[in-house]
């Protein structure tokens, strides 16, 4: 079964190809919120074919998201993700891409500019710490 036609963004019309780095990132800028969320990813295999699939978040923050995704092929790193839940659209770069078992790809992805409302969701300052998270008092009445 094939996908419709989607109107892709210039940049995944046409680019330079090339694969993105195996390498997970070594350290993540924001903190991570562990979320099964849908998305959708919207790309191109490195054979040059345009592709739109459901995928699944795994954790999120303000600079990006792990993802899987299912698909035969390796992507490109020039992709377009859109939040299922409210039709936001950011433009990412693939980090790595891991092939897992049942045809599925473990992806990491980065947005081209952060987008810490883009999950709908709030993240801490990146100085806080969980040490210094004060736990509400109980009183007896």
Request: with cysteine; hydrophobic share 35%; charged share 25%.
């Amino acid at each position: 079964m094939s996908d419709p036609k989607p109107n892709f963004p210039p940049s995944l019309r046409t680019g330079a190809g090339g694969k993105a780095s195996p390498q997970h990132p070594a350290a993540r800028r924001t903190p991570a919120v562990a979320i099964d969320m849908p998305v959708e990813v919207v790309g191109k295999t490195v054979h040059g074919e345009l592709f739109r699939r459901e995928a699944r978040t795994t954790d999120v923050n303000a600079h990006g998201a792990h993802l899987i995704l299912v698909t035969t092929t390796e992507i490109e790193p020039a992709i377009l993700l859109i939040n299922k839940k409210t039709g936001t659209e950011a433009q990412c770069h693939l980090l790595y891409q891991k092939k897992r078992m049942g045809g599925k790809y473990e992806l990491g992805i980065e947005f081209v500019v952060p987008q810490p409302r883009f999950w709908g969701i709030a993240f801490p300052p990146e100085d806080w710490s969980r040490a210094e998270r004060k736990i509400p008092a109980f009183t007896n009445r």
